[in-house]
C-alpha cells in the first residue's frame, strides 16, 4: 500500500476474486472425500455426511454407489432415494453407469456420486465420470464423490514407482483443486492391513494377493505420506490466495514455468514433473512442442504419442504453444526470452539417430542463448534403454518401397552428374571443374530427398564416383598421386556440408511459407470481418476462412435469441456437396449442439464429451454468451492440429466480439 491505499495488483486480484466468487454462486459445491487406497472408508463416511444432511431437511439423492461387496457401507446406503442406473450394452455385457441425464431432470438439492475417476462405458454422453459431474455442478446441483490420490494425474508417475502399478483412471488436478471442501480420510497403514486381512475389503483370494503386493505396510505409508503433502499444499495455496486478495500478503513469485513436449517415451514424466513445479511456485505453466521437418514425417504411432502428451500437459493446466524450425534448442531458447520464462524442464533420454538432437546440444543452446533461465532435466534411464531398442531395428517410417525409390533417384543424379563430368574431360577441363560438378550433383540430390543419411549416401557416392571415373588407374577405386585422399576428403566433406545446408534451408522455406500462409489467414480473416455489414456475411466469412485454413466441410448454427440453435448453414469443401453433409443434420447431431451451447465447451468427435457425434462441434461466442455452434466434419475422424486449432479458436473468438455489433441485421 502507499499512502493508505491499495496498490493497482491488489485491487486487480480481488476483483478477478469477487468475480470468481460471482460465478462459483450459480454453480454447485463439490466435495471430495479423499483417501490413498482401497478400503479407507472414503464412501462410508460420504454415505454418513449424506446421511447428516438428509436429517437437516437437504434434499439427497444417491446418483452412483460403487458396489464394493462391503456390507456395512452398502447398509449405509439403505434410506437414501437412489437413482437407477443407466444400463450400457457393451459386447453383451450390460454395464452399470451412473444415468446423468435422469439427475438432471430430478435436480436433487444434493446427489452421492461415487468414483469420480471413473471411465464411462463407450455410449455414455461424457468419456469420464469427473465430467458428469462438472455438468452437475454447472446446473446448481451440489455433489458428494470420492477418489484416491493415485487418481491425480500429476501423482500418477510418482504412485507408480511406488506400487509398481500403473493407474490408468485418472483426474485432471484442477478438479481437485477447485473443488470446495477436500475431506481427507485418514487410517493407519495397520489398520488398514488389519481390515484387509479380516476381509472387509476384498474376498479372502483377492485380499491375500493385494497384501503382497499394493497393501505393504511401507507402500501404503509412503502413499498417506504423499496424500497428507498434496492436502497441506492445497490448505496453503488457498490460504496464500486469500491473503493475497485481501492484500494482507505481497505474494508474487514472478515464475513461468516451460515444459518441452515430445514424442519421447518419458515425455510424459517430464510432463508431471513440471506440473508438480508449476502448481509449488503457483505460477505460470506453457508447454513449448518444437515441430521439425521429421516429427512431421513421423510414423502414426509417434503422432499419437506427442497428440497423449499435448492432452496430458493441457489436462495439467499447460498452455499450449507450437513454434516450427529444425534448431530446437535455439527455439526452445528463443521463446524462454520472449515468453519471461524462469525456469525450462526437459527430459534426457536417447533421441533418434539423424532425427533429433542430443540433449547435450539443446542444454548448451540454452545456457549460451537464455543464461539465466534455470533448466531443470529430469533422468528416465529405463526409456533411454526401450528407445534404443526400438530404433535400432525399426523400419523406415514411409516402408523400404520409398527409401529404396529416393535411393534410385539420387543415383540417376550422381549418374547423369558423371556423365556431364565425362564431357568435361573430353574438353581437356581441369580436375577442380569435375569436383565443382560433382558438389552440385549432391546439391541437386538434396533436393530429391532431404534426409541426412541421403546427404551422406550422395556425398559418398560423389567421391567413390570421382575416384572410379578420373583419377588413375582408371576405373578402379585405388589412386596413385598421394594428394588424391586429402581430395577425396574434402569433396566428401564439402558435398555433406552442402546437402545439408541444402536440406535445412528447404526445410525452412517450407516452415516460413506455412507461417506466412496462416498468418495470411488471421490478418485476411480480421479484415473481412470488419468489413460484414450482416450476420449472413459474418457467418460465411468464418465458414469460407475456416474451411481454407482446415481443408474440411463446416457447419454453422447461429443461436436465436431464446437461446436455441437455427437452420443449420451448409459449407463442403472443395470437391464436396452440400447434400454430403445433409447426414450430419440429424437429432442427434442437433442434440449435442445444444449441449454446446448450454455449457460453452467443445463436444463431438475427437474430445471427451459425446464422441460417438460425426462432427467436433466449437461455440462461438463473446464473453457473454454463445452466438453460434461451428460443426466441423473431421474425415476418418482425425483431429485437427494443435496449431491450426489454436488459430480456429482465435478466428471462432473474434468471430463472437464481432457479433456483439449492434448494427448487425
Known amino acids: 500500500m502507499e499512502d493508505g491505499r491499495p496498490n493497482s495488483e491488489v485491487l ?65 446406503a439403505q434410506g437414501l432415494e437412489t437413482l437407477p442406473y443407466l444400463q450400457i450394452d457393451y459386447k453383451g455385457v450390460k454395464l452399470r453407469e451412473f444415468d446423468l441425464d435422469a439427475a438432471l431432470i430430478r435436480r436433487p438439492q444434493l446427489i452421492i456420486v461415487d468414483e469420480l475417476a471413473h471411465t464411462n462405458a463407450h455410449g455414455c454422453r461424457n468419456e469420464k465420470r469427473y465430467q458428469d459431474v462438472q455438468e452437475l455442478l454447472r446446473a446448481g446441483i451440489n455433489v458428494y464423490t470420492t477418489i484416491n490420490i493415485q487418481h491425480l494425474e500429476s501423482l500418477n508417475d510418482v504412485v507408480e514407482n511406488i506400487t509398481r502399478i500403473r493407474v490408468r483412471e485418472r483426474i485432471p488436478d484442477s478438479v481437485f483443486d477447485h473443488a470446495d471442501q477436500v475431506e481427507v480420510i485418514d487410517i493407519e497403514p495397520e489398520d488398514l492391513i488389519d481390515r484387509m486381512k479380516e476381509g472387509k475389503i476384498y474376498k479372502k483370494t483377492q485380499a491375500m494377493r493385494a497384501l503382497d503386493h499394493f497393501f505393504r505396510r511401507e507402500k501404503l505409508a509412503a502413499l498417506r505420506e504423499i496424500t497428507l503433502r498434496r492436502m497441506a499444499e492445497r490448505v496453503k495455496h488457498i490460504a496464500e490466495e486469500e491473503r493475497s486478495v485481501q492484500g494482507e500478503l505481497d505474494y508474487h513469485t514472478g515464475e513461468h514455468i516451460l515444459v518441452c513436449i515430445s514424442a519421447a517415451q518419458s515425455n510424459a514424466k517430464v510432463i508431471r514433473a513440471a506440473a508438480r513445479l508449476a502448481y509449488a511456485f503457483r505460477c505460470q505453466f506453457t508447454g513449448l512442442y518444437v515441430e521439425t521437418s521429421a516429427m512431421q514425417e513421423a510414423d502414426v504411432q509417434t503422432k499419437e504419442k506427442l497428440r497423449q502428451h499435448i492432452e496430458l500437459a493441457k489436462t495439467l493446466g499447460a498452455k499450449i504453444v507450437t513454434v516450427f524450425g529444425e534448431d530446437v534448442g535455439r527455439q526452445i531458447a528463443e521463446y ?30 540454452l545456457s549460451v542463448l537464455a543464461p539465466n533461465t534455470d533448466v531443470y532435466v529430469i533422468p528416465d534411464m529405463k526409456a533411454e534403454q526401450r528407445t534404443t531398442k526400438k530404433v535400432m531395428f525399426c523400419k523406415p517410417k514411409n516402408g523400404w518401397k520409398t527409401v529404396l525409390l529416393d535411393l534410385a533417384g539420387i543415383t540417376a543424379v550422381m549418374a547423369v552428374t558423371t556423365v556431364a563430368a565425362h564431357g568435361m574431360q573430353m574438353w581437356n577441363l581441369s580436375e577442380s571443374n569435375i569436383i565443382m560438378i560433382y558438389i552440385l550433383g549432391v546439391l541437386l540430390s538434396s533436393y530429391i530427398a532431404d534426409n541426412r543419411l541421403y546427404a551422406l549416401y550422395s556425398s559418398l557416392l560423389g567421391v567413390l564416383s570421382f575416384n572410379f571415373f578420373f583419377t588413375e588407374p582408371y576405373l578402379s577405386l585405388k589412386a596413385y598421386d598421394r594428394g588424391y585422399p586429402a581430395t577425396f576428403l574434402m569433396l566428401f566433406i564439402v558435398g ?31 479484415q473481412k470481418l470488419r468489413r460484414c455489414k450482416s450476420e449472413a456475411e459474418v457467418w460465411e466469412q468464418v465458414a469460407s476462412q475456416s474451411e481454407r485454413l482446415l481443408d474440411l466441410s ?51 468427435a475427437c474430445t471427451h464429451t459425446l464422441p460417438t457425434a460425426k462432427a467436433m462441434y466449437l461455440p462461438i461466442q463473446d464473453e457473454e454468451e454463445v452466438k453460434g455452434v461451428m460443426g466441423v466434419v473431421l474425415e476418418e475422424r482425425r483431429e485437427i492440429q494443435e496449431f491450426k486449432y489454436g488459430l480456429l479458436i482465435a478466428m471462432l473468438n473474434e468471430t463472437g466480439v464481432k457479433l456483439q455489433d449492434k448494427f448487425l441485421d
Not at 15 to 22: A, P, S, W
Not at 336 to 357: D, M, Q
Open 336 to 365: 524462454a526470452l520472449v515468453g519471461n520464462v524462469s525456469k525450462v524442464v526437459i527430459g534426457r533420454t536417447n533421441h533418434r539417430f539423424f532425427l533429433e538432437r542430443p540433449g547435450s546440444e539443446i542444454l548448451e543452446k
Open 554 to 604: 463446416v457447419i454453422v448454427y447461429p443461436i436465436a435469441k431464446n437461446g436455441l440453435p437455427q437452420k443449420p448453414l451448409l459449407f463442403p469443401r472443395q470437391g464436396a456437396e452440400k447434400k454430403d453433409l445433409l447426414q450430419y443434420v440429424n437429432p442427434q447431431e442437433k442434440a449435442v449442439v445444444q449441449w454446446v451451447i448450454a455449457n460453452r465447451h467443445r463436444a463431438g
Open 496 to 526: 555433406l556440408f552442402t546437402a545439408n545446408m541444402t536440406r535445412k534451408l528447404k526445410v525452412q522455406n517450407k516452415e516460413n511459407a506455412k507461417k506466412a500462409y496462416r498468418t495470411e489467414i488471421l490478418l485476411e480473416n480480421s
Open 12 to 76: 486487480l486480484k480481488r476483483l478477478q476474486y469477487e468475480e470468481e466468487m460471482k460465478r462459483r454462486k450459480s454453480r454447485g459445491k463439490l466435495k471430495i472425500f479423499l483417501g490413498y487406497a482401497a478400503g479407507s472408508g472414503k464412501t462410508y463416511t460420504m454415505l454418513e455426511a449424506a446421511h447428516d444432511a438428509k436429517t437437516h431437511g437437504v434434499d439427497v439423492v444417491a446418483g452412483y454407489i460403487e458396489p464394493h461387496d462391503r456390507p456395512d457401507t452398502m447398509k449405509l
